[in-house]
C-alpha cells in the first residue's frame, strides 16, 4: 500500500488537485463548442486511460479486492467521473465559467455533510467555520451577477443547474475517495475509476464519433485537448486520492474551494469573462476558510 503523506504535503495535493479541477472546468468550455459533449468526454477517458494502464496493475503489496470496495470504485467513477463530466460539460456550456464558480463554490458544505452522514467523522468548530466561509463566498459571488452570459441566454438556469448535479457528484467523489484510500492506492484507483468511466461512455462516444469531423479540430483544440484528459482523469484523481490518506474528508473537502476560484479565475483571464471586486472578496473568503481548515491545532501542555 502506499505510504500517507505528511500533512502539509497532503494539504498542498488537495489544492493543487482542485485547482486543476477548476483549470479544466473553465477550459472545458472552448472544447464543447468544438467537440460534442459524449465525444469529448470518451476522448478524455481514452487519452487519460494510454498514459495510465500500468498502472491498473496490482501491487504485490495490496490485497485483492473485496466485492464491496469493486462497488464503490464503480460508484465513485459513476458519480465522480462519468455524471461528473456530463453534467459539467453540458453545464458550462450553457452557462459562464465564472457562474460555474459560483455554484461550485457549495461543494465544501456538501463535502462536510455527507463525511458527517456517512463516514460519521467529526466536524471540528473551525472546519465548519471554513464551510461558513466558503458559503458567504457563494453569497458574494451570487451578488456580484457576472455581466458575461453565454449565446444560449434562456438555457442558463439549466446550464447552472446541471453545474449543481455537479457540485453534488463532486462531494460524493471525495466522500467515497476516502472510504477506497484505505483500501487502494492513490495509482489503482485512479486507474480503475477511468477504465470505468471510460466503459460507461463509451457506447455514446463512439456513436458521436461515427458523425464528427476530426480534420476539423486545430492543433490549438488537441493540445487543450489533452491538457483536459490528462488533468481530469491521471493528475487531479492521483493528487486528491493521495492527499486523502492523510486528511479527513470533511477537512479535505474545505479544498474544493480551490475549484471555483481556479474555474473563475481562468474564465477571466484566458476567457475574457467579467469580474468585480465583490467576486474578489469572494474568493478572499474561500482561502480563508483554507487557512482556518488547514492551520495547525493547539496542543495542550
Same mark, same amino acid.
Given at each position: ?21 477548476? #483549470? ?17 468526454? @470518451? ?11 500500468? @498502472?491498473?496493475?496490482? !501491487?504485490? +503489496?495490496? !490485497?485483492? &479486492? ?6 464503490? %470504485? ?5 458519480? *465522480? ?5 456530463? #453534467? ?27 463525511? @458527517? ?11 465548519? *467555520? ?7 463566498? &457563494?453569497? =458574494? ?8 452570459? /453565454?449565446?444560449?441566454?434562456? +438555457? ?11 457540485? =453534488? ?27 470505468? *468511466? ?14 464528427? +469531423?476530426?480534420?476539423? =479540430? ?19 484523481? @492521483? ?20 475549484? !471555483? ?6 474564465? %477571466? ?26 492551520? /495547525? ?5
Amino acid at each position: 500500500m502506499s505510504f500517507a503523506p505528511p500533512r502539509p504535503l497532503a494539504y498542498a495535493c488537495l489544492a493543487l488537485s482542485m485547482s486543476l479541477v477548476g #483549470c479544466y472546468v473553465a477550459l472545458s468550455k472552448p472544447l464543447v463548442a468544438a467537440i460534442p459533449v459524449f465525444l469529448l468526454a @470518451w476522448l478524455r477517458f481514452g487519452i487519460g486511460g494510454l498514459a495510465i494502464v500500468h @498502472w491498473l496493475k496490482r !501491487p504485490a +503489496d495490496e !490485497p485483492p &479486492i473485496t466485492r464491496r470496495t469493486r462497488g464503490l %470504485v464503480f460508484l465513485e467513477s459513476f458519480l *465522480g467521473n462519468f455524471m461528473f463530466s456530463i #453534467c459539467m460539460l453540458f453545464g458550462v456550456s450553457m452557462t459562464s465559467a465564472v457562474s460555474a464558480g459560483v455554484i461550485m463554490a457549495a461543494i465544501p458544505a456538501i463535502v462536510a455533510l455527507l463525511s @458527517w452522514a456517512f463516514l460519521r467523522e467529526r466536524i471540528a468548530p473551525r472546519v465548519w *467555520g471554513a464551510v461558513a466561509l466558503a458559503a458567504l463566498g &457563494i453569497g =458574494l459571488l451570487a451578488v456580484a451577477k457576472p455581466h458575461a452570459q /453565454p449565446s444560449s441566454g434562456g +438555457d442558463t438556469w439549466l446550464g447552472n443547474l446541471l453545474v449543481f448535479g455537479a457540485v =453534488l457528484c463532486e462531494a460524493s467523489y471525495a466522500v467515497i475517495g476516502k472510504r477506497l484510500t484505505g483500501a487502494l492506492g492513490p495509482k489503482r484507483i485512479t486507474a480503475l475509476i477511468n477504465l470505468w *468511466g471510460f466503459a460507461l461512455v463509451t457506447p455514446f462516444g463512439a456513436y458521436s464519433a461515427l458523425h464528427f +469531423d476530426f480534420g476539423s =479540430l486545430g492543433a490549438g483544440t488537441w493540445l487543450l485537448l489533452v491538457f483536459y484528459a490528462l488533468a481530469a482523469s491521471v493528475w487531479t484523481v @492521483w493528487l486528491w486520492m493521495t492527499g486523502l490518506k492523510s486528511i479527513p474528508a470533511a477537512q479535505g473537502g474545505v479544498f474544493t474551494v480551490m475549484l !471555483p476560484v481556479a474555474a473563475a479565475a481562468v474564465g %477571466v483571464a484566458v476567457l475574457g469573462e467579467s469580474f468585480s471586486a465583490i467576486q474578489l472578496a469572494a474568493f478572499a473568503a474561500a482561502l480563508a476558510g483554507v487557512v482556518l481548515a488547514t492551520l /495547525p491545532a493547539r496542543t495542550r501542555i
